[in-house]
C-alpha cells in the first residue's frame, strides 16, 4: 500500500490521516491502468507493479494509446500531436508542460474528450463474462455427456442454479413465464456475485462500487420490466381501481393514484442501484478504514484490534457479496411478476388470500 512507507518514516498523525483518506479516495476509484500493488524505491520513488490498459479518447478522431504513457497521472501523453494528462483518473486535453487549470471550486476546467478506454473494472466486467461463459458452457457440455448430471465444478453451479429457479425464478413469475427471465435472473446474479468476490480481494476491484455499473444493471431490469409488461401490468398503473367505480368518481382519486404509480415505475430501479452501490460502497470505505488504522495506531494492541475488525468485517463481507447478489435477483424477479400479471393470475392469488 502506498501509504505503509510513509508510515515507516515518521509522519506526523496528521498527513498519515490525509494520506489514509487520500488513499481510500483512489482505491474507490476507478483507473485506466491495473495496478496490484506498489512500493518505494531506495531513491525515494514510487513503484507501481501492474500492467498498462489500453486508452480509447475521441477528439477530433480517434486516438489509441497505452496508459502507460500517463505513468499513473505523472507523465504528459503527446498523441497525434495533442497533449493528455490523467488528473483523479479523468483524461483532460492539455499542453506540453501538462497544464490543468482549475476553478474556484478546484474543477479542472480543460476540455474533456469522450472516453472510451478500457479501464480495470471493464477489463474485470470482460473477465468476469469469459469467466461465466465458460463455466455455463461446462456446465452444458457436462448435462449432454451424463445424461443430465453435472460434473466436476458443475455440481457446485447446478444447486445454485436451481435455487436461483425453485425459490426466486418460480415463486416471483409463477411457472407460466419463469423460463423467459431465468436467462437474464441467472446472470445478474453470478455477474454481481463475482463481481463483489473480486472486490475483496487485495487487486482494488470496485466493479459494483461504480455508479455507472449499478445504473446499468438497473436499466437492464428497468427495461425488461416494461418492454414485457403485459395489458393488465399497463391497466393497474393507468387504470389501478378497475371497474370497481364509474369514471367520475375515479378521476379525483386517480388525479393522485395515476402520478404515484408511474413514478413507481422509475422509483424501482432507482432503489436496485442506490442498495447495490451504497451496501458495496460502504463496504469498502469501512474494510480500508480499519486497515488504516493499522498504521495510525503506534501499539500492538490498538494495531491487533485494527486487524481483528478488518478480519471479522471481511467475513461480513463475504456474506454481503452473496446477499446483494441475491437480493438484486430477488426483486428483479418480483418485478418480472408485476410485469407478467395477467387477470387470471391476479384471481387466482386473490382466491389464495380469500381462502387463507
Do not use: C
Request: aromatic share 12%; net charge negative.
Amino acid at each position: 500500500m502506498s501509504f505503509v512507507s510513509h508510515a515507516e518514516e515518521g509522519h506526523e498523525s496528521g498527513d498519515k490521516k490525509t494520506e489514509i483518506k487520500e488513499y481510500i479516495q483512489h482505491h474507490l476509484l476507478d483507473s485506466h491502468d491495473f495496478a496490484l500493488t506498489s512500493y518505494t524505491n531506495e531513491d525515494g520513488e514510487t513503484v507501481h507493479v501492474g500492467f498498462p490498459l489500453p486508452v480509447i479518447l475521441w477528439d477530433d478522431g480517434l486516438k489509441v494509446f497505452m496508459s502507460s504513457k500517463l505513468h499513473h497521472g505523472e507523465a504528459v501523453a503527446e498523441v497525434g500531436g495533442n497533449y493528455y494528462k490523467s488528473y483523479h483518473n479523468k483524461i483532460y486535453k492539455t499542453d506540453a508542460e501538462g497544464t490543468i487549470e482549475l476553478d474556484e471550486h478546484h474543477h479542472p476546467t480543460n476540455v474533456k474528450p469522450l472516453d472510451l478506454s478500457i479501464t480495470k473494472n471493464v477489463a474485470v466486467i470482460f473477465l468476469v463474462g469469459l469467466l461465466m461463459f465458460f463455466l455455463f458452457k461446462g456446465l452444458a457440455a457436462s448435462y449432454a455427456k451424463n445424461s443430465g448430471i453435472a460434473k466436476g465444478i458443475g455440481r457446485f453451479l447446478e444447486p445454485i442454479v436451481l435455487y436461483v429457479r425453485d425459490d426466486i425464478a418460480i415463486p416471483n413469475i409463477g411457472e407460466k413465464k419463469y423460463k423467459k427471465y431465468m436467462p437474464y435472473l441467472l446472470t445478474v446474479f453470478f455477474f454481481v456475485w463475482f463481481v463483489n468476490l473480486l472486490g475483496l480481494t487485495p487487486l482494488g476491484v470496485n466493479v459494483t462500487n461504480s455508479i455507472s455499473v449499478t445504473i446499468a444493471l438497473a436499466l437492464i431490469t428497468f427495461l425488461i420490466t416494461n418492454l414485457t409488461g403485459t395489458k393488465d401490468y399497463w391497466k393497474h398503473i393507468f387504470d389501478p381501481l378497475g371497474d370497481s367505480m364509474p369514471w367520475y368518481g375515479k378521476l379525483p382519486i386517480y388525479i393522485i393514484l395515476v402520478p404515484i404509480e408511474i413514478l413507481g415505475i422509475f422509483i424501482k430501479p432507482f432503489a436496485l442501484l442506490i442498495r447495490l452501490y451504497a451496501n458495496i460502497k460502504a463496504g469498502h470505505i469501512v474494510l480500508m478504514s480499519l486497515i488504516g488504522l493499522m498504521f495510525l495506531f503506534k501499539s500492538w494492541l490498538g494495531s491487533s484490534l485494527s486487524f481483528g475488525l478488518t478480519f471479522a468485517i471481511s467475513l461480513i463481507e463475504l456474506l454481503v457479496a452473496l446477499l446483494q447478489a441475491y437480493i438484486f435477483t430477488m426483486l428483479s424477479a418480483l418485478y418480472f411478476g408485476f410485469a407478467s400479471e395477467t387477470h387470471e393470475h391476479a384471481e387466482e392469488h386473490d382466491g389464495e388470500i380469500q381462502h387463507l
